[in-house]
């Protein structure tokens, strides 16, 4: 699977991006699609998971309520709507896949099996 990351770019506090993360290949929705994000300086931190079918999600409570994770099987896409930025969600945005069937609470980077590019989210104050 090669996964593609789009949609980062500048906005003002408060503003709203929509991330997108377009996979090749035809088992798109045998995978579980997730959000990272790197801030400068520091370590990938995870940001959201969505399940298979999109039924379940799993947000890191410093998104949670402003971003929202979905997905499109038969566009081979998942999103990332992320709403009320702050300066702090300042990174660049990685979307990752996993055939990991374990707890979605459990979804670390260590658990993705494929990489996006990553596109970067700059928000200003």
């Known amino acids: 699977v090669q996964l593609q990351a789009s949609g980062g770019g500048l906005v003002q506090a408060g503003g709203s991006l929509r991330l997108s993360c377009a996979a090749s290949?035809?088992?798109?929705?045998?995978?579980?699609m997730a959000w990272f994000r790197q801030a400068p300086g520091k370590e990938r931190e995870f940001v959201v998971v969505i399940s298979r079918g999109g039924g379940s999600t799993y947000y890191a409570d410093l998104v949670k309520g402003r971003f929202t994770i979905s997905r499109d099987n038969a566009k081979n896409t998942a999103y990332l709507q992320m709403n009320s930025l702050k300066p702090e969600d300042t990174a660049v945005y990685y979307c990752?896949?996993?055939?990991?069937?374990?707890?979605?609470?459990?979804?670390?980077?260590?658990?993705?099996?494929?990489w996006g590019q990553g596109t970067l989210v700059t928000v200003s104050s």
């Open positions: 290949g035809r088992t798109f929705s045998s995978y579980r």
């Open positions: 990752a896949a996993t055939s990991s069937m374990a707890t979605l609470t459990t979804m670390t980077s260590a658990r993705m099996n494929y």
